[in-house]
């Protein structure tokens, strides 16, 4: 079992930066590739990015490829979500996962992740 809870959230206005953190708890967090995940509201959830057990590789929706930079340290357990130029669109409950196997094929797929937290709020004002 991993415990997901991120934290980081809240409001910005359009422009600024943010960095959303989660911080697993449970099984070897080196085990699982990590990613992020939003849902804004009437959308369906939607992948944002996605970094390897190593963190050797990452993975980036179109949307926020060169604004948004997925890392993570093995070490604290802990992904993290730097959010740069942030634009209302961006506006949405944001989610952490944990994926044991780490396909590249499948690492942007919801379905492929065994677990997740609980979401923090981001919404940017225009």
């Known amino acids: 079992q991993v415990q997901l809870v991120e934290s980081g959230g809240g409001l910005v206005q359009a422009g600024d930066s943010l960095t959303l953190s989660c911080l697993a708890s449970g099984r070897t967090f080196s085990s699982y590739a990590m990613g992020w995940f939003r849902q804004a509201p009437g959308k369906e959830r939607e992948f944002v990015a996605a970094?390897?057990?190593?963190?050797?590789?990452?993975y980036y929706a179109h949307s926020v490829k060169d604004r948004f930079t997925i890392s993570r340290d093995n070490a604290k357990n802990t992904v993290y979500l730097q959010m740069n130029s942030l634009k209302p669109e961006d506006t949405a409950v944001y989610y952490c996962a944990a994926d044991y196997y780490g396909a590249r094929e499948t690492i942007s797929r919801g379905t492929a992740y065994d677990y997740w937290g609980q979401g923090t709020q981001v919404t940017v004002s225009s």
């Open positions: 970094i390897s057990r190593t963190g050797g590789s990452t």
